[in-house]
T-cell receptor, first 118, second 116 residues
Framework: AQKITQTQPGMFVQEKEAVTLDCTYD???????LFWYKQPSSGEMIFLIY??????QNATEGRYSLNFQKARKSANLVISASQLGDSAMYFC???????????????FGKGTKLSVKP | DVKVTQSSRYLVKRTGEKVFLECVQD?????MFWYRQDPGLGLRLIYF???????EKGDIPEGYSVSREKKERFSLILESASTNQTSMYLC???????????????FGPGTRLTVT
């Protein structure tokens, strides 16, 4: 079974509007972390935002916010006031354990391609 | 800023060749990772290392090996390249150790390898 599911292979959004990218996850761990990465056409993966399973408030980083619904096991990324430069692939990822060292590697979803229209 | 560099952006090799992909990070991170990325499959972990000379298999290690002789450098080796290893290869590093969460991974620019 997939641990991270991103159901939207591609999405369009008008410039300056907000957009939500969906992510659901599957884990039986109590302690885990959720991450979103952006991958522009240049190829580099850029870390955007992080949410810990025990964090009570939704994470925010500038125009990015994470709508974390623990009971539903969803961690949707919200981008406000979309810009043309937001056009990219977006990946949701989860890390299940908070031990250091070799445990708790990132598990990635298959990504959502976001296109921002002028 | 954390910087992760990869030796080549684009590489073309012939079937059967031995291929080395190099990755260097400059932030004294404990953990380093190699992924491959294919359309529709997302990122899949090949190998990772949490210390010098230590390595562990990821999800798809077959056909690959790795080397970590120095903390800052993690090499991916294709012993005998095959056409099904044509892919984008991404290296990443993270603080690791006792960092706990979030321990986010920082990625290099990727190497697009074509095996003909």
């Amino acid at each position: 079974a997939q641990k991270i599911t991103q159901t939207q292979p591609g999405m369009f959004v008008q410039e300056k509007e907000a957009v939500t990218l969906d992510c659901t996850y599957d884990t039986s761990d109590q302690s885990y972390g959720l991450f979103w990465y952006k991958q522009p056409s240049s190829g580099e993966m850029i870390f955007l935002i992080y949410q810990g399973s025990y964090d009570e408030q939704n994470a925010t980083e500038g125009r990015y916010s994470l709508n974390f619904q623990k009971a539903r096991k969803s961690a949707n990324l919200v981008i406000s006031a979309s810009q043309l430069g937001d056009s990219a692939m977006y990946f949701c990822a989860m890390r299940e354990q908070n031990y250091g060292g070799s445990q708790g590697n990132l598990i990635f979803g298959k990504g959502t391609k976001l296109s921002v229209k002028p | 800023d954390v910087k992760v560099t990869q030796s080549s952006r684009y590489l073309v090799k012939r079937t059967g060749e031995k291929v080395f992909l190099e990755c260097v990070q400059d932030m004294d991170h404990e953990n380093m990772f190699w992924y491959r990325q294919d359309p529709g499959l997302g990122l899949r972990l090949i190998y990772f290392s949490y210390d010098v000379k230590m390595k562990e298999k990821g999800d798809i290690p077959e056909g690959y090996s790795v080397s970590r002789e120095k903390k800052e450098r993690f090499s991916l080796i294709l012993e005998s390249a095959s056409t099904n290893q044509t892919s984008m290869y991404l290296c990443a590093s993270s603080p690791g150790g006792l960092a706990g969460f979030p321990d986010e991974q920082y990625f290099g620019p990727g190497t697009r390898l074509t095996v003909t």
